[in-house]
């Protein structure tokens, strides 16, 4: 089977970091090497296929002790929108009190994953 092309990837699912070898064959199967475990495998997959990330960043608070509150997609999204996902979140103000897990932006750019905060604020 000839190969088609062989990609590096650091795996960031754990603090081991593995680096993982993925080749790509004419067939569209892949080759995985280096992970020391399956979930490995499983980000080489996903990475080569439809990568994704969670996005923490924190937004501005009007008016409260912390100018700021944490807040983190509710789940992973495609990594191409996740500069999208900044920008929008750059751009808004919230009002306090808010509680932990509360629903920041829904939908954040058009992904149908909600943006939660991570801690409260006063
Ligand atoms: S392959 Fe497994 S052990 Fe290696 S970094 Fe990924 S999760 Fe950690």
Redesign the pocket.
């Known amino acids: 089977m000839a190969s088609m092309d062989k990609k590096e990837l650091?795996?960031?699912?754990?603090?081991?970091?593995?680096v993982?070898t993925v080749t790509s064959h004419e067939d569209g199967t892949l080759d995985v090497k280096?992970?020391?475990?399956?979930?490995?495998?499983e980000?080489a997959n996903k990475e080569l296929t439809a990568p994704t990330r969670i996005v923490t960043t924190t937004v501005r608070v009007r008016g409260a002790s912390r100018p700021v509150v944490p807040v983190k997609t509710k789940c992973d999204i495609p990594k191409d929108k996740v500069m999208e996902c900044i920008k929008a979140l750059k751009e808004i103000e919230v009002t306090p009190p808010i509680r932990l897990g509360e629903t920041i932006v829904a939908n954040v750019a058009d992904t149908g994953v909600d943006i939660v905060a991570t801690k409260a604020v006063e």
């Open positions: 650091i795996c960031i699912c754990c603090p081991i970091g593995c993982i280096g992970n020391s475990c399956k979930r490995g495998e980000y």
